[in-house]
Each structure stands twice: as C-alpha cells, then as structure tokens.
C-alpha cells in the first residue's frame, strides 16, 4: 500500500466515524438507563414524544415510569413517585398493561400511548385532554385492570363499571409473599365491590377510595386510593 493511500485512508475515517455518529438519534432525555446507549433508536422522534426501552426508565414529573416487558401490541408497565424516600419505591408503585393509542394515568394527568414496537414504548409528553375526568394530586391512581403495590400486598382493580347513576370497581387484594394461582386455589382472595368514599383494608391498615371514574373514549377506568391510611 502507498503512502498516499494510506494517508487519505486515516484521514478519511474521522469523517466516516462522524457521519455515522450524527445519524443516530439521541434517546430522550427522560429515558434513564444503565446500558448505555440501548435506548437510541434509528428513526429521529418527535420532541414531544418520550421513548422508553424494556428495562429502562422514564419520567413525567416527579413520577417514574418504567417498562417490564413488552411484545408487538402491548406493554407492561409500573409507575412510582420518585420523590419517595428509597425505601418505599417497592411499594406505591402500579402496574399494569397498556396498548397504542391508550391514555394512562400518571399524577393527575392522563397520557397518551403514542406507539408501541419491538421493546419500546413511546408515550407523548404532553398531558391530553379527558373530556371532564380529573385525577386528585394526593391519590393513588390505579387503573382498570392495574394492581397496586402497597405494604407487601397486591390491590387488583379487576373491572369498572356504571349503572344505576353510579359508578363502582370490583377489587381483589392478596398477599404478594404467595403466588395469586395458590391463594385462588385455597380461597384466600378477599373479591369486593367498592365506590367512592367506602374503606379498604390492605394489610392492617385502611384506605378511603376517593372516586371510582368509568372510562371515557381512549381513557380507561380508573379508581382512586387515599395516598396516607385513614387515621
């Protein structure tokens, strides 16, 4: 090889290694993660849009989100106030499945699900509109379908429902230090039908349901718990 050759070869791959570089897309500035660079993508995102990768975290606020697993059309995910001390993240925390399209509850705002793909989950940054239906800033919001982690145990919101003018969830509670297929099995899951201003007993203590909100459009049920114990 010649030395001209060789010269235009070195001083060509900066420029190379840049090109490559600039067309990545930076992950968003939301998305924390400890793999590096796994939650870039190869499409530029809109701003607007938050992206979060299986396995990494997100944040709306003082809220986190972060994303357990995913497939082609849905995604499990959880969210905790980070302003919690360390030591009460594990509990206070909701889970549950969501779909494109889906507005989440996250605070006292509603979120909507921009897309889903691969393991990644795109939710847009903007609050979203809910034709009237307000979330309370000291609740913990779970939505139909979502479970509640709360002093090692697990409340089930398992469906929503309107009638008669008013509106109610049907609620499971159990234990988390046993699997829910042998408490089923033995009976020991406590199923009740609760609406807003009854009390729960989660572990020995209780909690107020605040307000129980039917579904509307894109937005799903949702039933709120008092965020401290009933004194």
Not at 37 to 64: A, C, H, L, W, Y
Not at 151 to 157: D, H, I, S
Request: aromatic share 6%; proline share 4%; net charge neutral.
């Amino acid at each position: 090889m010649s030395i001209l050759r060789l010269k235009f070869i070195i001083s060509f791959l900066p420029l190379l290694f840049l090109a490559c570089e600039s067309g990545q897309s930076p992950a968003s500035v939301n998305a924390q993660s400890n793999k590096g660079n796994s939650n870039q993508t190869k499409e530029q995102k809109p701003d607007s849009v938050m992206i979060i990768r299986q396995g990494t975290v997100g944040k709306i606020g003082k809220f986190s989100i972060g994303v357990r697993n995913t497939d082609s059309t849905s995604a499990r995910i959880a969210i905790w106030d980070s302003a919690l001390p360390q030591a009460k993240r594990n509990d206070y925390n909701v889970s549950f499945t969501v779909k494109s399209g889906d507005s989440i509850p996250v605070g006292n705002n509603f979120y909507r699900v921009a897309k889903i793909i691969s393991e990644e989950i795109q939710i847009e940054s903007e609050p979203v509109k809910t034709d009237g239906l307000s979330l309370q800033a000291d609740s913990l919001a779970i939505p139909d379908g979502g479970v509640l982690e709360l002093y090692g145990y697990a409340v089930e919101v398992t469906s929503i429902e309107a009638a008669g003018g008013k509106t109610s969830a049907k609620v499971e509670i159990y234990s988390n230090d046993y699997p829910k297929k042998d408490l089923e099995e033995k009976n020991e899951i406590p199923r009740l039908t609760v609406a807003s201003g009854d009390e729960i007993s989660i572990g020995e203590k209780k909690h107020k349901i605040i307000a129980v909100h039917a579904g509307k459009g894109n937005s799903r049920g949702v039933m709120e718990v008092s965020f401290s114990a009933v004194q």
